[in-house]
């Protein structure tokens, strides 16, 4: 497995990112809005690890900057595609939530990326690649009925697709008690698919089981459904939260970055810290720099 050291630095440079987006939001340089991914950093670290960018498929929701930095490692190019910048991922015109590049997708629409996902691993096993498509949905997609025609079709047609439930406990601010009936790995468990299901915010814990749940989809060309339950510290988009102050404090002292760092020497950690920073120093400045974007400009 991929070592402490390189995870942490990894979960580091998404949180920093992402608290950059915030402040830059704040003197009016983004363009539309941005959903962080601030405290679920673990999650898309340890899957993502294990899946290859040459081959395999992720599709992503609304909060998609972890994972698109974590598979593309373009950061310059997220960067400027939020700042409205022609360089941007896509031209500067898919803005934070509707991003693609490569074999990296994502969409707004909520429940919208998981047929198409299952659909992607169905054409990928007709083709005989051997990939693995990999979709991120949160507890709220659980309640669009489209989640349950995908997970049917991909029981029925045994398709190498790996279902990843991060159920952060609120669908935007309503809490999952009052939204989300029954038990979510039950709900795949009903089509005959596999499950795993963490209650962690440890890296390593979270890379182990997805190895394990790749592994099983690579091997067999068979469905896996991996439920995390993790939490996001910050609002569902930027100021709009209603949650109890105590409760986020409360969950911080479980913070990813938190529990990886204290397992590192504290020389290394602030030697990785201090590299986070100046690599995204240099990525801030560089997209600040870029011409925006305009009409004409071809999006990839």
């Known amino acids: 497995m991929a070592a402490l050291p390189d995870l942490y630095e990894r979960m580091r440079f998404i949180r920093r990112f992402e608290e950059t987006l915030l402040d830059l939001f704040s003197q009016g340089k983004l363009v539309g809005t941005t959903h962080t991914y601030i405290g679920q950093e673990a999650n898309g670290v340890g899957v993502i690890d294990h899946l290859d960018p ?3 498929v992720v599709f992503s929701n609304h909060r998609c900057h972890g994972h698109y930095l974590e598979f593309t490692g373009d950061a310059y190019g997220l960067l400027c595609e939020v700042m409205g910048r022609a360089p941007g991922t896509c031209g500067g015109k898919g803005g934070s ?9 994502s969409n707004g629409i909520l429940g919208s990326i998981v047929p198409v996902a299952t659909g992607i691993a169905l054409a990928e096993k007709q083709k005989g690649t051997g990939a693995v498509s990999t979709v991120f949905l949160g507890d709220g997609a659980l309640g669009q009925g489209v989640v349950y025609e995908s997970l049917n079709m991909a029981s029925l047609w045994r398709l190498p697709v790996l279902f990843v439930v991060e159920n952060n406990h609120y669908a935007q601010s309503t809490p999952i008690e009052l939204e989300l009936a029954g038990s979510i790995p039950a709900r795949a468990e009903a089509f005959g698919i596999c499950t795993a299901e963490l209650d962690t915010t440890d890296v390593e814990e979270i890379h182990a089981a ?19 339950h993790t939490y996001r510290f910050s609002p569902h988009s930027k100021g709009d939260d209603t949650r109890d102050p105590a409760e986020i404090e409360e969950r911080r002292t479980r913070d990813p970055l938190l529990v990886a760092g204290a397992r590192l020497d504290s020389a290394e ?22 011409p925006e974007a305009t009409p004409e400009a071809a999006v990839l």
Do not use: M, W
Not at 97 to 103: D, E, F, V
Not at 211 to 224: D, K, L, M, N, Q
């Open 269 to 290: 950690r602030e030697a990785i810290d201090a590299r986070v920073e100046e690599r995204l120093a240099e990525v801030v400045a560089e997209a600040e720099a870029a």
């Open 97 to 105: 939530q509707h991003l693609c590049k490569g074999n990296f997708y």
């Open 210 to 228: 997805a190895g394990r749940a790749v592994s099983h989809v690579r091997e067999t060309s068979e469905p896996f459904f991996l439920v995390l």
């Open 54 to 56: 040459e081959v395999d």
